[in-house]
């Protein structure tokens, strides 16, 4: 085995429940496998060795109790030359290898019940900010207890932006901060804010932001339209806004910035407030432009698994 796999093998029993069925010509057969307390050894050197991850995928199939459960249907005509029992598991075992080195959330969601459907490599953020939002920190949760149950797993965390959307996000969200600042000092000089307070549970009326959007246009450190006598001219709102956002930096530094503080706020949720295990935890620098997966946007935080 080790010439195939690339590994001698420690440790582990094998035991095999089969049900097969024939009806005619057709095969129905459940094969449910279970591997208990398998462990790879020294590395074996073969020229037939698989490149497939090998022991990822046993560390993404294994428990905390070091068992493997897998079900393994097969059926098919038993007339057709083509056909074979053993082809055919070899085929689902390679699917799961394939699928280890290429999503591996997605296979550890299905081992552990999610069918499949549900996929915890990416959190998503709105455009500009570093903030969790609710169902992201739900999916969170659910990433932290799926890797309860598999100890050998360590998670990589990377941080990503769109490069298309989240300077303008970014943009507004600083814009938008100043504002909720203003309001927030203004009404703590007044007495009339609760005990514990913070910037972020401050709202704004319409008179209020546009009062305070002028005392940002006024302090903003950029060149302003100004009349013939040389005064700063007064402008309507909404163009006190677009020069504002235009003369806001968001550029590469920025953008940096922003990927690597997603990358944090989701590495101090895990660590901090779900007590993940820091020694399984760990922050990795990647192009923050790297194309998301198939329905995932830029604006994200992105996971790797990887083993010891």
Do not use: C
């Not at 095999?16 to 459940?30: C, I, M, P, R, S």
């Not at 549970?201 to 959007?213: M, Q, W």
């Amino acid at each position: 085995s080790g010439n195939y796999v690339g590994y001698a093998i420690e440790k582990g029993k094998l035991y095999l429940d089969l049900d097969y069925k024939v009806d005619g010509n057709q095969l129905n057969a459940a094969n449910h496998v279970f591997i208990d307390q398998f462990n790879f050894w020294q590395k074996v050197e073969s020229e037939e060795a698989t490149t497939l991850p090998v022991r990822l995928a046993v560390a993404l199939l294994k428990d905390r109790r070091g068992e493997i459960h897998l079900d393994l249907p097969v059926s098919g005509d038993l007339d057709d030359p083509e056909f074979s029992v053993v082809g055919v598991v070899f085929t689902i075992l390679k699917n799961l290898l394939v699928k280890a080195a290429t999503a591996p959330f997605k296979l550890l969601a299905a081992m552990l019940g999610g069918g499949g459907g549900e996929d915890f490599s990416t959190i998503s953020f709105p455009y500009g900010t570093i903030g969790l939002e609710e169902l992201e920190r739900s999916k969170l949760e659910k990433l932290k207890e799926a890797l309860v149950q598999r100890p050998a797993l360590k998670l990589e965390v990377s941080g990503y932006v769109d490069r298309e959307q989240d300077p303008e996000g970014l943009r507004r969200v600083r814009l938008e901060n100043a504002l909720r600042e203003l309001q927030f000092y203004a009404l703590k000089r007044a007495g009339k804010l609760p005990e514990g307070a913070t910037v972020d549970a401050v709202s704004l009326s319409e008179e209020e932001r546009s009062l305070y959007l002028k005392q940002v246009y006024k302090d903003a450190d950029f060149p302003k339209p100004r009349n013939a006598f040389g005064f700063v001219k007064s402008l309507p709102d909404a163009e006190m806004e677009k020069l504002i956002l235009a003369n806001t930096e968001a550029g590469e530094e920025q953008m940096q910035q922003l990927a690597d503080g997603r990358a944090k706020t989701v590495y101090d949720y895990l660590v901090q407030e779900l007590q993940m295990p820091v020694e399984r935890v760990f922050l990795k620098q990647d192009d923050i432009y790297a194309a998301p997966e198939e329905g995932a946007g830029g604006n994200r935080v992105g996971f790797g698994v990887a083993i010891d």
